[in-house]
C-alpha cells in the first residue's frame, strides 16, 4: 500500500517563527489532507489539497502531485497553533477507500 | 464536525465484554468510516461503508463489528476477540471516494 512519510516528527519553536511541515509519499493520489489534531483530540481540517496551493490566513499548503510531496507553512506561529499536525492521503486505487496517515509532526510553540 | 456526533466521548468497560461506539450523521453524507488511533501513532482504518446496509473491512477489522442500517448511523461494536481495545476511536463522514473527509470527535475507550 501507499507509504507516507512525514518530517520533522517534532518541532519546538519560539512564539512568532515560521515552520514548514513536510508530507511525502509512495504513489499517485486523488486525495490529501492536512490536519491538526488539537490536545482534546479533535481532527480539525486544516486543507483539502490533492495538487496546488491554498492559503488560509497564517496557513498555506502546496502539493506537488508529479513529485509526491506536500508541504504546510505555518507563519507567524502561536501557542494555539500547538499540536500534531497530520498528513492523510486516498489514492486513485478502484476500492481503496482509506486514508492513509502518516505518523504526524507534533509542534510546539513556546511563548 | 458540525453535524457529526460521536458518544460517549469516554468508555471504560471490563476485559471480555462487548462495547459499542456510536457516529451519528446530520449531513446527508453517503460515506462513513471508523478509524483507530493509538498513541504517538496516525490514524488506521477499521471499516467503512459508502452506503446504507453495505460496508468493507479496513486494514484493522480482526476483532470488530459494524452496521450500516441507516444513513444517518454507522455504528462500530468493539468485541471481546479484539486483543488490545483500549484506543482512541474516530469516525468520518465524507460525500465519496476521493472527497474531503470530516471527523467526529472521537470516543476514548480504555478496557480494564
Known amino acids: 500500500g501507499i507509504q507516507v512519510e512525514q518530517s520533522p516528527p517534532d518541532l519546538i519553536l519560539q512564539e512568532g517563527a515560521n515552520s514548514t511541515l513536510r508530507c511525502n509519499f509512495s504513489d499517485s493520489v486523488n486525495n490529501l489532507q492536512w490536519f491538526h489534531q488539537n490536545p482534546w483530540g479533535q481532527l480539525i481540517n486544516l486543507f483539502y489539497?490533492?495538487?496546488g496551493t491554498k492559503q488560509n490566513g497564517r496557513l498555506s499548503a502546496t502539493t506537488v502531485a508529479t513529485e509526491r510531496y506536500s508541504l504546510l507553512y505555518i507563519s507567524s506561529s502561536q501557542t494555539t497553533d500547538s499540536g500534531v499536525y497530520f498528513c492523510a492521503v486516498g489514492t486513485s486505487v478502484f476500492g481503496n477507500e482509506k486514508l492513509t496517515f502518516g505518523t504526524g509532526t507534533r509542534l510546539t510553540i513556546i511563548p | 464536525d458540525g453535524g457529526i456526533t460521536q458518544s460517549p466521548k469516554y468508555l471504560f468497560r471490563k476485559e471480555g465484554q462487548n462495547v459499542t461506539l456510536s457516529c451519528e450523521q446530520n449531513?446527508?453524507?453517503?460515506?462513513m468510516y471508523w478509524y483507530r488511533q493509538d498513541p504517538g501513532q496516525g490514524l488506521r482504518l477499521i471499516y467503512y461503508s459508502q452506503i446504507v446496509n453495505d460496508f468493507q473491512k479496513g486494514d484493522i477489522a480482526e476483532g470488530y463489528s459494524v452496521s450500516r442500517e441507516k444513513k444517518e448511523s454507522f455504528p462500530l461494536t468493539v468485541t471481546s476477540a479484539q486483543k488490545n481495545p483500549t484506543a482512541f476511536y474516530l469516525c468520518a463522514i465524507s460525500i465519496g471516494r476521493g472527497t474531503e473527509a470530516f471527523f467526529g470527535q472521537g470516543t476514548r475507550l480504555t478496557v480494564v
Open positions: 489539497i490533492p495538487s
Open positions: 449531513l446527508n453524507h453517503d460515506a
